[in-house]
């Protein structure tokens, strides 16, 4: 069974700081990685998906890289904003399902002003 | 709509009631998931549906949970005799056709609390 592990469980940084979010799992076998942004008591957005043959994904200040043989993904934020405080979770497409994505219990990152 | 809607927002109930969660997809959509999630933790996948069928229910906890799409667009999850342990937030998503590359968009989910 997939599992899918996120670390640290919560994280604070001041303002300005970069920072990066680790999530690992246990299938290599995966279709795709996905990372989401969850507000307090919202739905998810989607940030990042990378294919299982990319290895890295960008969204302005946002990096998301992909290591299949190792098992990991980490989502790097740059100059990081009090805005950017939220749940951040990772999600893998995989696991013998080409459509079931398995979550991480998410990292609670607080971007202190 | 520009994305995928979900109502009520909110639902509290009694112990023993009958609920019913609805999802509206992204237009043209033709995948359909639904997750519950418990608080502190990630998402769980319940049901996928492709078109009208549920291609895979292999998440629904037990028998008192029920989901449907009749037409291939709205689907309607359905907890009958709720228990305080089905309180979580339910989230559904859809995607263009279920296809591995897809990225799957969510609604802004359900937050049910059974009293």
């Known amino acids: 069974k997939q599992e899918v592990t996120q670390i640290p469980a919560a994280l604070s940084v001041p303002e300005g700081e970069n920072l990066v979010l680790n999530c690992s799992f246990t299938d290599s076998a995966i279709y795709n990685l996905q990372w989401f942004r969850q507000d307090p008591g919202k739905g998810l957005t989607s940030l990042l998906l990378i294919q299982s043959s990319q290895r890295e994904q960008t969204s302005g200040r946002l990096n998301a890289s992909l290591d299949k043989s190792s098992g990991r993904s980490t989502l790097y934020i740059a100059a990081s904003q009090p805005g950017d405080s939220a749940t951040y979770l990772c999600a893998d497409r995989g696991g013998g399902s080409n459509y079931k994505l398995t979550f991480g219990k998410g990292t609670l990152l607080t971007v202190n002003p | 709509g520009a994305g995928v809607s979900q109502t009520p927002s909110n639902k509290v109930t009694e112990k023993g009631k009958y609920v019913e969660l609805r999802c509206d997809p992204i237009s043209g959509h033709t995948a359909l998931y639904w997750y519950r999630q418990s608080l502190g933790q990630g998402p769980e996948f319940l049901i996928y549906?492709?078109?009208?069928?549920?291609?895979?229910d292999s998440g629904l906890p037990n028998d008192r949970f029920f989901a449907v799409r009749p037409e291939g667009s709205v689907s309607t999850l359905k907890i009958q005799r709720t228990e305080r342990g089905d309180s979580a937030m339910y989230l559904c998503?859809?995607?263009?056709?279920?296809?591995?590359?897809?990225?799957?968009?969510f609604g802004p989910g359900t937050r049910l609390l059974v009293l």
């Open positions: 549906f492709q078109g009208t069928g549920a291609a895979d």
């Open positions: 998503a859809s995607s263009l056709a279920g296809g591995p590359q897809e990225t799957q968009y």
